[in-house]
């Protein structure tokens, strides 16, 4: 009976084993999938049960998070780079705060007296402005972190007061809004997304790019007489690929614009609007694409570049990356340079999206990145880490965030909360990984 | 006089002189190397060999004395310095990422790319497949951060790192020192391979009897001083132990 059951058992787990052996799905991956689906079922059926309305399942809420989850999930992509060199940025909340300053400065003041109000070029200049500024002030850092040798905590500890002051100064501690009609766009909202058409144009080419990328790994590995992954597997993970697009395309486009805006639209475009209403899809908002976009352009970097490499040989074993002839200076100035650009980007998104720049942008943002590449599994002792863990991660932090504001917590408690899971996190993946050896 | 000693050296460190806050550690030391030449380096720990081959691998400077390559001047300052000159190194530390796999780390800085520029992963592991079978035929793990790999695993994957990129001067600190009796026995063969290439080498190494079956000449230092280079097969083990436990030269004994 008992030896029955234990062979039932070994069988069965040779089974799922091998099914994720086939088709090399991370299981950690599917750890932090499950986790996220849980923290969103877990905060709908509480709406449900203890308000009488889940608010969590729903497109618009859906829709609000990934749009919420730009501005920290693009530094999170960032900070996995700093992290895994054994370094840490404190202060990409304060450069956020600074860049933004500066770009409202920039698009408010500044440039519209040599280009006019309301220019087409003003948002361009303001936002490479912002990238510009945000990069060079990592550079600075990254530069006394490797050249004064002085430890990165300690340098961007300073940084995170010196541009939080700086970013008081640059305007007097004024707010300036609003920003360019354009360049608010990149924050969002019904206008700052691409529409039912659009969407779907963005999920079909996602689709083609899932298939090539399995169909070119096919022929990589033929071409090197590596073992394939069974046919079954390659199927199957095409059809979860271009699943998970469709599902994410049906579900931004099932979001509608809500009444006010649709009426304001149909005016200025002299559209009938019919009876009943009319429903006009959000389809995904600009600032998530500009996340997917420099998700898949960090992952390439990070995984495809000798850049990427030099990262995470400087991780693992820093004396060796010196020994193997790489620049590891001019590595980590490169890398905290990247961290600034990325807090400059982000800067664009959030003051885009607030529709206004505020010396207080981004207070707090450092922590909730590091949480992000930390639960996203990056190893604060370096060498370990994702991007795409650190966006899972950034998601994971900002559903907590936005779940207990719809069932009513209050502020003390998702303090409470958030730190909770993040000290909560970090030890299961400690378990996992001292199992997984 | 030994076989080897004519001509050029391929290498010689002349008045090499290095020092760390104050301490001496290396302290006006020659030594030369000729192509297809074994010399071993040897002494206490904390001798100066490390420290000394450090200067010709790049990973630190001397404060005093030149390199020559090949009889010309050398400018080493850093390890890139050092592989232009065709000199790789097995540290006895490995210097290997234990997060990346064996291809990575045998790669590492000089990663083979594609016409797009992208590090090219599949064709690093075909060779890395290629240069294992011939120098560990049982290694296996080549989809696995090196952490997971054997101490022998793990020397393999750096003696495999020196060989792959045609080094003409070779410097081995200690290669065999993590490594069982089969394993050693491969170092051995794999260094007389090499030999028989034209491939000079700089072995650090505490076991006399190693010393004596591979090396053509060594070098004995002592607290920081070269003590003397004899030629191996003109003294016996006992003349090299005495050099490098009293630092005096054979023959010169009172």
């Known amino acids: ?437 | 006089m030994s076989n080897a000693q004519k001509g050029t050296p391929l290498v010689e460190l002349r008045d090499i002189s290095i020092a760390f806050g104050g301490i001496k550690a290396v302290d006006h030391v020659t030594v030369d190397l000729f192509p297809g030449e074994v010399v071993g380096l040897l002494g206490h720990n904390g001798a100066g060999k490390s420290t000394l081959i450090k200067c010709l691998s790049g990973a630190y400077q001397a404060d005093s004395g030149d390199i020559f390559i090949n009889g010309e001047k050398a400018t080493i300052t850093n390890p890139r310095d050092a592989r232009s000159y065709n000199i790789e190194t097995i540290y006895q530390t490995l210097a290997l990422a234990d997060n990346l796999n064996a291809a990575s780390n045998l790669f590492l800085g000089r990663e083979l790319v594609t016409s797009a520029g992208f590090v090219d992963d599949a064709a690093m592991e075909a060779e890395t497949r290629k240069i294992m079978a011939r120098l560990n035929p049982n290694f296996r793990k080549f989809n696995v951060p090196v952490s997971a790999l054997s101490g022998g695993q793990r020397q393999s994957v750096a003696i495999a790192r020196a060989v792959y990129f045609n080094a003409k001067i070779l410097i081995m600190d200690e290669p065999t020192a993590a490594l069982g009796p089969h394993e050693t026995q491969m170092v051995a063969e794999l260094i007389q391979e090499l030999k028989a290439q034209g491939i000079g080498i700089f072995l650090i190494e505490h076991d006399i009897h190693a010393v004596m079956d591979l090396c053509d000449r060594a070098s004995v230092m002592k607290n920081g001083q070269l003590v003397g280079t004899v030629n191996v097969n003109e003294v016996t083990d006992e003349d090299i132990l005495g050099m490098i436990i009293l630092g005096k030269q054979p023959g010169k004994a009172a």
């Not at chain 1, 006394?144 to 990165?152: D, F, M, N, Q, T």
């Not at chain 1, 640059?170 to 809004?177: C, M, Q």
């Not at chain 1, 898949?296 to 004396?319: H, Q």
Request: net charge positive.
């Open chain 1, 1 to 437: 009976m008992t030896q029955t059951n234990t062979q039932t058992s070994h069988a069965e787990e040779g089974a799922i084993a091998r099914f994720f052996r086939a088709t090399e799905i991370d299981t950690r991956l599917l750890g932090m999938v499950a986790a996220l689906l849980l923290i969103w079922i877990g905060f709908h059926l509480y709406g449900e049960l203890v308000n009488g309305r889940g608010a969590f399942l729903t497109p618009r809420n859906l829709w609000n998070l990934s749009v919420q989850t730009a501005s920290i999930g693009i530094m999170a992509t960032g900070m996995v780079l700093v992290i895994v060199t054994r370094n840490i940025d404190l202060s990409v909340g304060s450069i956020l705060g600074f860049c933004a300053i500066v770009m409202g400065v920039m698009q408010v003041y500044v440039l519209p007296k040599y280009l006019g109000l309301g220019h087409p070029m003003l948002w361009v200049l303001a936002a490479l402005c912002g990238v510009t500024i945000g990069a060079a002030i990592g550079a600075f850092h990254g530069f006394l972190i490797a050249y004064g040798k002085i430890p990165s905590f300690i340098v961007t500890l300073g940084g995170l007061l010196v541009w939080r002051g700086a970013a008081f100064l640059v305007a007097r501690g004024e707010t300036i809004s609003p920003v360019d009609a354009t360049f608010a766009l990149l924050g969002g909202g019904p206008y700052g997304a691409v529409g039912a058409m659009g969407s779907w144009i963005v999920g079909l080419l996602a689709c083609a790019a899932i298939l090539w990328m399995i169909w070119n790994g096919r022929i990589q590995r033929t071409k090197h007489d590596f073992p394939q992954r069974p046919m079954w597997a390659e199927y199957f993970l095409a059809a979860l690929g271009c699943g998970v697009v469709i599902g994410a395309v049906l579900l931004v486009n099932a979001y509608p614009w809500p009444v006010g805006i649709v009426k304001t639209y149909a005016e200025a475009s002299g559209i009938e609007v019919p009876e009943g209403g009319l429903f006009i899809s959000h389809g995904f908002a600009i600032p998530v694409l500009i996340l997917i976009g420099v998700g898949i352009l960090m992952t390439i970097l990070s995984t495809r570049t000798r850049f990427g490499r030099y990262v995470y040989a400087i991780g693992g074993n820093p004396d060796a990356a010196e020994l193997s002839g790489i620049n590891t200076r001019w590595m980590l100035v490169k890398i905290y340079a990247l961290m600034g650009f990325l807090a400059g980007l982000s800067a664009v998104v959030a003051s885009a999206r607030l529709n206004s720049a505020t010396n207080a942008l981004g207070t707090l943002d450092e922590l909730y990145v590091i949480a992000a590449a930390v639960i996203g599994g990056t190893s604060l002792a370096g060498g370990v880490g994702t991007i795409y863990g650190a966006i899972l991660g950034a998601l994971v932090m900002q559903s907590l965030q936005s779940g207990m504001v719809l069932i009513g917590f209050d502020a003390a408690i998702q303090q409470i909360v958030v730190g909770s899971v993040l000290v909560l996190a970090v030890f299961l993946d400690i378990i996992y990984r001292r199992r997984a050896k």
